[in-house]
């Protein structure tokens, strides 16, 4: 890929498998909460949609203060629950090997900063990126273009040199809307439509970065 020097990273699925750090979260949520627990095919399918919507479809519910109880039940069990994020083979040694190449790296996620600042940190990656955009700082959140414009802009560099790397369609689609190059990670949380919308590149493992990039 030529011209890239910005590299735009999803966190869960993508650099971080964060499954049981998510579905234990979501199922503690919902049972605490009051509501049935769907299988985990269905809650898989629905990760990646922001908050609210996420617990709107899990719930069946569009009462505020039911959602509210949701996120926050969400947000609580992560907090005490760390340990589970937990890095995906070769994701550290993909990383490094792409700072000593010069590609400045940003995390860009539909997590709270909290949170996903503390398991960038367990992680012992944080300071490989360069800037991490949380839900927190932007306007709007992925397949919206907002997080990686902001990303781009805290690294002064253009939509043009970055790629987007991540698991979801939402993110494929948002480095669309960005004019980025695309990259799908196969290994994430979701693994089906893969080319719906069509990436400019799969990825198996992350490590396949080392190939393209």
Do not use: C, W
């Not at 399918?45 to 959602?67: A, H, Q, R």
């Not at 367990?122 to 397949?143: G, M, N, W, Y």
């Not at 939402?170 to 980025?180: C, F, P, R, S, V």
Request: hydrophobic share 40%.
């Amino acid at each position: 890929m030529q011209n890239i020097t910005t590299l735009l990273f999803d966190i869960d699925g993508t650099v971080l498998n964060t499954d049981e750090f998510i579905l234990q979260a979501t199922e503690y949520a919902l049972a605490t909460t009051g509501f049935p627990v769907p299988d985990r095919s269905v809650i898989t399918k629905t990760v990646g949609i922001p908050f609210p919507e996420y617990y709107v479809i899990l719930s069946g519910s569009e009462d505020k203060e039911k959602i509210d109880a949701l996120i926050n039940a969400h947000r609580d069990f992560q907090y005490k629950n760390y340990h589970l994020a937990k890095l995906f083979p070769h994701a550290l040694e993909t990383l490094k090997t792409l700072k000593e190449k010069g590609y400045k790296l940003a995390a860009v996620t539909s997590r709270s900063k909290k949170t996903s600042l503390q398991t960038l940190v367990d992680a012992q990656i944080l300071d490989l990126f360069d800037t991490v955009i949380s839900f927190e700082d932007a306007h709007a959140r992925k397949p919206d273009p907002a997080p990686l414009f902001q990303a781009l802009e805290n690294l002064k560099e253009i939509p043009g040199n970055g790629v987007m790397i991540g698991d979801s369609h939402l993110d494929i689609e948002a480095g669309k809307n960005a004019k980025t190059k695309t990259i799908r990670a196969a290994y994430g949380f979701n693994t089906d439509h893969l080319h719906d919308p069509e990436p400019d590149f799969i990825v198996n493992d992350i490590s396949e970065l080392l190939r393209i990039l």
